[in-house]
């Protein structure tokens, strides 16, 4: 197996990790929060947070070692158009990522509240939910465009 195999492999490995990861918790958290009980939706966010430490964190960091190591295994300048963008769109994304994280533990400990002392979601509760849903579209049309420009690698005027 060669470096460059093995680099590409771990990349797409570790880009199919972020897209199913994030795309996962998204699903799984709408549908408890649709419940609209407490101990379903604190009981996901638990699983949750966890899987976006064990998973995400871990793909957001390799992805991009696994893709600079790649650029210069194949030669590729780090000043190419779809680099650049590619890096900027991934700071985005990484700045979606991280207050969703410190919101997804913030619910869980409202939603366990609510639970614990058999009383409804509080009403900040639901306003983090509905930041949590806004930062999702950002986030999610970044990595897709990623997906996009390291697929067709377009020389873009910039
Ligand atoms: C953040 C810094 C990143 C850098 C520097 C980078 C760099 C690269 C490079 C140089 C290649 C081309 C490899 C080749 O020519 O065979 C590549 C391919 C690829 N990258 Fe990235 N990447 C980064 C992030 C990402 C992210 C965040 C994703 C998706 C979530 C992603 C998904 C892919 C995919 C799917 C390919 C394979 C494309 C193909 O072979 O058609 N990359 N990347």
Redesign the pocket.
Known sequence: MTS?FLL?FL??I??TV??GTGAGIAFFMLMAHRTGDAAIIAATARSVVVADFVFTATAVVA??V???L??RE?G?S?GEDW?VA??AL?LV?GACWLPVVLMQAKMRDLAAASATGGAPLPERYHRLYRLWFAFGFPAFAA?VT??WL??A?PEIAL
């Open positions: 460059y590409k990349h797409v570790g880009a972020l897209l992805q991009p696994t893709g600079l790649l650029a194949v590729y780090l680099i590619s890096i991934y994304t990595v990623i997906f390291m697929i690698r």
